[in-house]
């Protein structure tokens, strides 16, 4: 069966960086847009970031535009977020996620997979 699996995050200093990574099995990993969300306590999940099938387009959300990238490895079955000048409001919970349709990336109700998530926490 379909499976995403998360590693990395932790605790991080404000400021700082982080590197999360997703390895994907069981489904045809080439043909799925890949996006990373995230959430915090008492808050909407969120998409923090998103990559086409191929990884030639992008997609960030907002808030963390201009210090996250996101990238995927079609050979590997992985894709990965990285995250600059961390803030306290990047704590949360952290997800990747699959869907079949770039046009779908923007409502997680379009997600096929999802994982387990990992938590993420930015002190100052």
């Known amino acids: 069966q379909a499976q995403l699996v998360e590693s990395g995050g932790g605790s991080v200093q404000a400021g700082g960086s982080m590197t999360l990574s997703c390895a994907a099995s069981?489904?045809?990993?080439?043909?799925?847009?890949l996006g990373w969300w995230r959430q915090a306590p008492g808050k909407e999940r969120e998409l923090v970031a998103a990559?086409?099938?191929?990884?030639?387009?992008?997609h960030y959300g907002g808030s963390v535009e201009g210090r996250t990238t996101i990238s995927r490895d079609n050979v590997g079955h992985t894709v990965g977020l990285k995250m600059n000048d961390l803030r306290s409001e990047d704590t949360a919970t952290y997800y990747c996620?699959?869907?079949?349709?770039?046009?779908?990336?923007?409502?997680?109700?379009?997600?096929?997979?999802w994982g387990q998530g990992v938590q993420v926490t930015v002190s100052s």
């Open positions: 990559i086409s099938s191929t990884g030639g387009t992008t």
């Open positions: 996620a699959a869907c079949r349709w770039w046009h779908e990336k923007n409502d997680k109700e379009n997600y096929a997979y």
């Open positions: 069981g489904f045809v990993f080439g043909n799925w847009v």
